[in-house]
C-alpha cells in the first residue's frame, strides 16, 4: 500500500526556517515525480514546488522561488522542502503527492498527482 507521510511542520517566526520531510512506502521514489502543495484557510491548494521523474529537474510557484529547495533521496524513498525567509503568508497546511506521469518536467497541477499525504501544519507568526 502506497503511504505519504509528512513532517517537519510547526510554528516558526517570520523570516525563519524549516525543513519539511517526506517519507513514503510501497513505491520507488524514482518512478515518480514529487510535488509539495499547499492549502491556507479559505483558499484553493496550490503547487509549491516540483522534482521531475525523468531528470529530477525542479520547479517552483513565483511564491516559493528563491525562498525554497525541493530535494529528494531515492534510496530512502524521501522527499524534502526546505524553507527559508518565511513569511505570514506561508502559514498552510502542506502536502506532498507523487505523480507516475513520464513527463519532460514536472507540472504543479494537483490533479496531475495519484498519491497524497495527510499535510503537516506551518504557522508562520510572532
Known amino acids: 500500500q502506497v503511504q505519504l507521510v509528512e513532517s517537519g511542520g510547526g510554528l516558526v517566526q517570520p523570516g525563519g526556517s524549516l525543513r519539511l520531510s517526506c517519507e513514503t512506502s510501497g513505491l520507488s521514489l524514482d518512478d515518480y515525480s514529487i510535488g509539495w502543495f499547499r492549502q491556507a484557510p479559505g483558499e484553493e491548494r496550490v503547487g509549491i514546488a516540483c522534482?521531475?521523474?525523468?531528470?529530477?529537474?525542479?520547479r517552483y510557484a513565483s511564491s516559493a522561488r528563491g525562498r525554497f529547495t525541493i530535494s529528494r533521496d531515492n534510496v530512502k524513498n524521501m522527499a524534502f522542502l526546505q524553507m527559508n525567509g518565511l513569511k505570514p503568508e506561508d502559514t498552510a497546511v502542506y502536502y506532498c503527492a507523487t505523480d507516475g506521469s513520464w513527463l519532460a518536467g514536472c507540472v504543479l497541477e494537483s490533479v496531475e498527482y495519484e498519491y497524497w499525504g495527510q499535510g503537516t501544519q506551518v504557522t508562520v507568526s510572532s
Open positions: 522534482s521531475s521523474r525523468s531528470d529530477y529537474s525542479a
